[in-house]
């Protein structure tokens, strides 16, 4: 019965897909056939307000008032170990267990920084709720000054893994702080 219902789905996507593809042909050749307009005085050559796209934000828009945090904390010593992301790109190794020990371990260029606050954004880590610690804890906290939000995912217990793009994340980053090029 779940193989006919997926036949199901899969057929109706590709009608759907062809539906799609037909139109956007025929919205394309019906475009090249219409007569151009020479006349550079008339206000039926502006564009309509649906029309106008706003340009897209260059790379270099980084949030000033944004710090990241990636770490993780907890097992056998107890000790925290974090990545702190500064919006100039600064990254400040932290381990704490008895005494706290700063180490500038890297610096990212202002391409990177704006990805590692986008993809932050892009996975809601500014407000996402989820708290579930174990013995060895991993987390991302996403800090605006500007804002006050100050929210930290953190995981670890197997019952309740974390969304798979967030690992992916908190892997991605943790490698290129630990990785030898500077």
């Not at 939000?149 to 991605?172: C, H, M, R």
Request: hydrophobic content about 35%; proline content about 6%.
């Amino acid at each position: 019965m779940s193989s006919k219902i997926g036949l199901i789905v899969l057929g109706v996507a590709l009608i759907l897909a062809m539906l799609v593809s037909c139109k956007a042909t025929k919205k394309n050749t019906s475009e090249a056939t219409k007569p151009t307009n020479t006349n550079t005085n008339s206000a039926n050559n502006a564009p309509k307000p649906s029309e106008i796209v706003a340009p897209p934000k260059p790379m270099s828009e980084v949030n000033p008032n944004v710090t990241i945090v990636i770490g993780n904390k907890g097992g056998f010593t107890g000790a925290t170990n974090k990545y702190e992301v500064a919006a100039n790109g600064t990254v400040t190794n932290i381990r704490t267990k008895a005494l706290e020990e700063k180490t500038v371990v890297k610096q990212l260029s202002t391409e990177q920084v704006y990805r590692l606050q986008q993809k932050a954004l892009a996975l809601n880590l500014d407000e996402l709720d989820f708290q579930h610690p174990n013995n060895m804890t991993f987390f991302i906290s996403y800090i605006n000054s500007s804002t006050g939000a100050n929210n930290t995912v953190e995981w670890g217990d197997p019952n309740f893994p974390v969304e798979p793009a967030i690992k992916a994340l908190y892997s991605q980053y943790v490698n290129l702080f630990m990785s030898e090029d500077k």
